[in-house]
Nanobody
């Protein structure tokens, strides 16, 4: 499986962006897709995830503002980001877990075995 993110950019606070993560290769083994982000000088932070059944969950910091979705026909996962804040500024990474895993570790980057190259999101005040 290979992942390619797109859709990042620069917006003002309160604006919106939609990130896309296109998967290619043997995608049938993918069970979980997640978005992580890394702000300048900080560690990688889990943002949201969705499973193959469409069940999603979010970090408290983005709940109510971000929405993760997937188009299985296009093998693409999206992250709709609304009401953006300057603290959302980060490099956003798409990640995939191929195969089963310990669900208690779904929020941890080590669980994910395929990563995209990242797309930059910058929110100005």
């Amino acid at each position: 499986v290979q992942l390619v993110e797109s859709g990042g950019g620069s917006v003002q606070a309160g604006g919106s962006l939609r990130l896309s993560c296109a998967a290619s290769g043997y995608t049938y083994s993918t069970i979980y897709m997640a978005w992580f982000r890394q702000a300048p000088g900080k560690g990688l932070e889990w943002v949201s995830l969705i499973n193959s059944g469409g069940i999603s969950t979010y970090a408290d910091s983005v709940k109510g503002r971000f929405t993760i979705s997937q188009d299985n026909g296009k093998n693409t996962v999206y992250l709709q980001m609304n009401s953006l804040k300057p603290e959302d500024t980060a490099m956003y990474y798409c990640a995939a877990r191929t195969g089963t895993c310990n669900r208690n570790l779904l929020l941890h980057q080590v669980t994910y075995d395929v990563w995209g190259q990242g797309t930059q999101v910058t929110v100005s005040s």
